[in-house]
Each structure stands twice: as structure tokens, then as C-alpha cells.
């Protein structure tokens, strides 16, 4: 494998094309587990995606086929709710898309995650929120009641074509 000019060294991702199953099953529920073991987890890094512009992450990872691969933990807007405070630094902010979300099933037909597509709109003071070409796939577990399991999302990080 070769490896990548940046400064954060990432080996190459030709070989790294995963479907949701696969970034669910193995990847999250791996890392949920403590069990990051596999040559696929090197192309998927800690970071708080949620705090960083999408232009600022693309300086931060190398693009796997036009995408970027993130664990990141999730964070409450309020304590006892349910939203998730996705606020960037420097005014954006990640909203859902029309196309909500879409239930990740085990082969027992039980939602076992989530994934949701989001938006990036940067916003300046002086005007109205700007929708920017940055999308992203957020992952993220659910419990027995389809409830967020954990704090813990995969998210997939890529500009629209």
C-alpha cells in the first residue's frame, strides 16, 4: 500500500468500499465493542466531526472514493431530549435532508441502526444560512425501543456530485 503525502499519513483506500451493512455491523458495532481489529478501521478516524467546516476535515483525512470515514461521538442539544446538538465552530451547522433517515436491519428484520443524511449550511451573520455541497451518512445504533443506543456515530463525510 502506498501512503499518503499528507501530513497525517492515511494509507491508500482503493480496496475500501463499504455498504451500510457493512460499516454498521462491523464497523460500528466494532467500535462499539472495543474490537477494532481489521485492515478497514485504519481508514475511518477519531474525529468530532461536528465541531470541524467539512473543508476543514478534508485537510484532516484523505478522500476514499470521494469520501471520508469518521467515528465521532455524539453530543445532546439538551440534557434530557433526544436532538443532537450538531452546531459547527466558525457558524455552520449539519441539518437533516428531506430524505430523513433510513433503518439499517438485521437478517431478523430488527432495526439494529440508523443512517441519516445530512446537510452542511455554513452561516454568516450577516445573512441567510448558504447550503454548501457537503453531505453526510450518519450511523448510529438504536436500542430495543429505536432509541439512539449510543454516543457513539460512523459518518460518512463527501461533497455532492
Known amino acids: 500500500m502506498a501512503s499518503s503525502s499528507k501530513s497525517n499519513a492515511f494509507p491508500s483506500c482503493d480496496e475500501f468500499k463499504r455498504d451500510d451493512k457493512e460499516l454498521v455491523f462491523h464497523y460500528l458495532t466494532g467500535k462499539m465493542s472495543g474490537s477494532t481489529v481489521g485492515e478497514g478501521f485504519r481508514y475511518i478516524k477519531d474525529i468530532d466531526v461536528y465541531k470541524y467546516e467539512p473543508s476543514k476535515l478534508s485537510s484532516l483525512h484523505d478522500f476514499c472514493h470521494g469520501k471520508m470515514y469518521f467515528f465521532s461521538r455524539l453530543d ?33 428484520g430488527k432495526s439494529i441502526a440508523r443512517k441519516t443524511l445530512l446537510a452542511y449550511y455554513q ?9 454548501p455541497q457537503w453531505l453526510m451518512k450518519e450511523y448510529m445504533l438504536l436500542d430495543q ?12 463525510v463527501y461533497e455532492k456530485p
Do not use: H
Open 76 to 108: 445532546k442539544k439538551y440534557q434530557r431530549g433526544t436532538n443532537v446538538e450538531r452546531q459547527v465552530r466558525g457558524g455552520g451547522f449539519w441539518r437533516k435532508t428531506e430524505e430523513t433517515y433510513e433503518d439499517i436491519k438485521a437478517t431478523n
Open 123 to 131: 452561516k454568516d451573520q450577516a445573512s441567510a444560512p448558504v447550503k
Open 145 to 156: 425501543n429505536d432509541k439512539m443506543l449510543t454516543p457513539w456515530t460512523l459518518c460518512v
